[in-house]
């Protein structure tokens, strides 16, 4: 059985997916792209010999189009989930599910038990994290202590916010965290240093460092530094009582010339993440396939990011304070879960 991807959104992410669909994903076949940029539209589409559009509706209405890849700017993810919801037809968004907590409550609520909607959280798939997660359930390291991730890039957004490098950025952590340590986070604080004033835009710091606290009290660090120049890179150490487990290094290339030997690092996130993308789009399609539940991140998982990138917002405002995370009608705390309503659920 062939599912026929609709992919609305032509940008790098969009583009990256039409490419590995076309390439590298069996029983997918892309037919149409849609984008605002016709002309990117078109050559996107050009590389699976799809049709192209300007008009992202139309693709989720298209007769043609069994399932739909929203790789759009964010401000438009809950419009086009909603319009897929109302289609009857399955979705895979990228990351963020809604830039609001409110939005992603009310996708989640729309959904219902239908399981239509999937998210793009691809270090679900990727091997490295696979294994880190394998090895802290088999107890090899010990006890986990402390969690430190690092997030670099070459150069963020010129119009990048404290706001978005939270939940456009550090996301993936407010997600990965979780889901590797099987335990909720409770309560965040962000901080900032000394910032990038050469690089960074006034409305973003530049590294910023995001504390979250989990469930049984284990603190996880995040530096995250959106314009580091030098080179894309991601770090993720497990700390246990008897041992510790990180990622390999990320450089692609090592090259000797001129009696020197040094190391290319890639420019942004594709490289080191091509095999938990083609990993997560062969997952998404196989479940389609066989009418089976999605092994992807959930609407419901999207919500609970939100929910922490929620508080590190409040954090924010509020000059580095701990902030405790607010999961539905559920405060959940360091030590405890206090219910505010019966029934309310962390």
């Known amino acids: 059985m062939t599912i026929r991807v609709g992919v609305i959104g032509a940008g790098i992410m969009g583009a990256d997916h039409v490419r590995t669909l076309s390439r590298s994903v069996r029983g997918a076949e892309v037919v149409l792209v849609a984008d605002l ?16 559009g300007t008009d992202p509706e139309s693709v989720i209405a ?44 009310d ?119 959106l314009n580091a120049d030098y080179g894309y890179v991601t770090r993720c150490e497990a700390v246990g009582e008897r041992g510790t487990a990180s990622f390999t290094g990320s450089p692609l290339l090592e090259i000797s010339s001129g009696r020197r030997r040094a190391t290319e690092y890639p420019a942004d996130w594709r490289p080191r993440f091509a095999d938990a993308y083609r990993l997560e789009l062969q997952a ?3 479940s389609l396939a066989h009418g089976t539940p999605t092994p992807l991140a959930t609407a419901a998982d999207g919500l609970k990011a939100a929910e922490v990138a929620a508080a590190l917002l409040e954090s924010e405002r509020s000059g580095g304070a701990f902030v405790h995370v607010v999961y539905g009608e559920a405060v959940v705390h360091q030590d405890a879960v206090v219910h505010q309503e019966a029934g309310a659920h962390a």
């Open 62 to 105: 298209d007769p043609q189009v069994d399932a739909v890849i929203i790789a759009s700017h964010d401000s438009t993810h809950a419009a086009l989930v909603t319009a897929c919801l109302a289609a009857g037809k399955p979705v895979l968004c990228e990351k963020p599910l809604a830039p609001t907590v409110e939005e992603c409550r």
């Open 284 to 286: 998404w399609i196989d």
């Open 107 to 225: 996708l989640v609520a729309l959904e219902g038990n239908r399981g239509l909607v999937s998210l793009g959280f691809m270090r679900r798939f990727d091997p490295g994290h696979v294994e880190l997660k394998r090895r802290i359930a088999d107890g090899e390291l010990g006890e986990i202590l402390t969690v430190h991730n690092v997030s670099r890039g070459v150069r963020g957004a010129p119009d990048a916010t404290n706001a978005f490098a939270i939940t456009g950025s550090a996301i993936h952590e407010l997600d990965s965290m979780p889901w590797l340590l099987g335990q909720p986070i409770t309560e965040v604080a962000w901080l900032s240093g000394r910032k990038s004033t050469s690089l960074a835009p006034a409305g973003l710091q530049d590294p910023s460092f995001m504390l979250l606290r989990m469930a049984d009290g284990m603190l996880v660090t995040l530096e995250l530094f």
């Open 37 to 52: 940029d016709a002309g990117r539209a078109a050559e996107a589409a050009a590389l699976a010999g799809a049709r192209s």
